[in-house]
């Protein structure tokens, strides 16, 4: 199957079968498509479709990022759709470090099962009691014991924790080695004696469930083997940087697809919404800037992060620090400003659970703010231009 035929297919699936889960999922949650999305997920699967990032020793398609980025697109068309074809955040993430860094033993325990969608995970970095915009400053501690280490802390707006069968958790256990080399990563089964979901975080009113949700956990003495540490010790900073690379490209590229979704929405609503007999909202000056503005912003994202995905691909992801900096904000920023507009054009009805629109509005402001807020990588991208004029900002 070429690369267009991939896509083609993928956006069939999408928009003639997934997209009909939605008005259930928005009324009932995950639990009143469950039976559904699993059903797609089979037939996907049955396709050779599921988790196609992955090669194919892992059931995958074996996709370079930029190849991967742009079925993201397609997939970000529908809140459900990157869950049917088992390359959500953040599985896919993980599945990619345990790919990359995984021994045998921990690829076999963790990776297959979850490549192949028997099972979901959570990454376990962010903390309540310290800021998530410095990732070498944490409080959770990895002591080591005998052949075990045991892991004390407390972690928040752990994506998908709630149902996971493992967690990565990043934890010091170098305290006294730089910062950026303090901190290690670990995989934690959640039925481990020690391991618990406090609760699943409200995000402006909506706790979620499932894969939908950002959990808060305790780690109270949880005891885990020494050999499931991922990687070495100290290198979870690094890993952690490894797996944020790519991972952007897939936030972005799906956050394209959202801002594709409503500006469609938006131009059909404009097309037929009648302000009074024979007038069509679609003839208000105001409306046609608001589209227009969408078109040339999204299409301008696009380019951007396809480049940087382009450039990972040939230099890897080291190489283009600078530009994952400037696409994570920048489009962010492009899917806020979408969002909005859409919901301006739906009037009141964008409020509503009668639409997708609502959804989104509500989880995806957070765009701007994890995997870096936006003032830390505006600053980043500063500090990289400034440097080819001699000056040196300090952190």
Same mark, same amino acid.
């Given at each position: ?162 149902? &996971? $069968?493992?967690?990565? @958790?990043?934890?010091?256990? #170098?305290?006294?080695? +730089?910062?950026? *080399?303090? !901190? ?115 299409? &301008? $994202?696009?380019?951007? @992060?396809?480049?940087?995905? #382009?450039?990972?691909? +040939?230099?890897? *992801?080291? !190489? ?76």
């Amino acid at each position: 199957m070429t690369s267009a035929d991939l896509i083609h297919r993928v956006r069939a699936i999408v928009r003639e079968s997934v997209v009909r889960l939605e008005p259930d999922f928005l009324g009932g949650g995950p639990a009143a498509v469950e039976p559904r999305l699993q059903a797609l997920r089979q037939q996907v699967r049955e396709e050779g479709l599921l988790a196609p990032h992955l090669p194919p020793e892992y059931g995958g398609a074996g996709l370079p990022l930029a190849s991967f980025g742009r079925l993201s697109e397609e997939l970000g068309w529908s809140p459900l759709g990157h869950y049917v074809f088992n390359c959500q955040a953040p599985d896919v993430g993980n599945m990619e470090l345990l790919l990359h860094h995984g021994t045998e033993e921990q690829k076999e325990r963790f990776l297959r099962p979850l490549a192949a969608g028997k099972v979901r995970s959570c990454f376990a970095m962010t903390e309540p009691d310290r800021a998530g915009s410095n990732p070498v400053w944490l409080g959770t501690t990895a002591r080591g014991d005998g052949e075990d280490y045991v892991l004390q802390g407390r972690k928040w707006f752990a994506s998908g924790a709630d149902g &996971a $069968a493992f967690a990565i @958790v990043m934890a010091v256990t #170098e305290k006294e080695a +730089a910062p950026h *080399a303090r !901190a290690s990563m670990f995989l934690v089964p959640t039925d481990t004696p020690g391991f618990r979901l406090l609760r699943n975080i409200p995000v402006m009113g909506d706790a979620g469930s499932g894969h939908f949700s950002h959990g808060e956990i305790a780690l109270e003495g949880c005891r885990v083997p020494a050999r499931f540490r991922l990687g070495p010790p100290g290198h979870g900073f690094a890993l952690a940087q490894e797996r944020l690379g790519p991972g952007r490209i897939h936030h972005c590229l799906r956050w394209i697809g959202v801002c594709e979704r409503a500006l469609h929405m938006a131009c059909e609503r404009a097309a037929h919404r009648e302000l009074a007999p024979g007038v069509l909202l679609a003839s208000k000056q105001a409306v046609q800037h608001a589209i227009a503005e969408s078109r040339a912003e999204i299409d &301008a $994202a696009r380019l951007l @992060v396809l480049r940087t995905a #382009e450039r990972i691909d +040939a230099e890897g *992801a080291p !190489a283009a620090r600078a530009e994952v900096s400037l696409i994570k904000f920048y489009v962010a920023g492009v899917l806020d400003r979408v969002l909005d507009r859409a919901i301006q054009v739906h009037g009141a009805l964008g409020l509503t659970e009668d639409t997708v629109l609502s959804f989104w509005y509500r989880h995806e402001r957070a765009a701007r703010i994890y995997d870096g807020p936006d003032e830390v990588h505006k600053s980043a991208l500063a500090r990289h231009i400034l440097k080819a004029y001699g000056v040196k900002v300090e952190i």
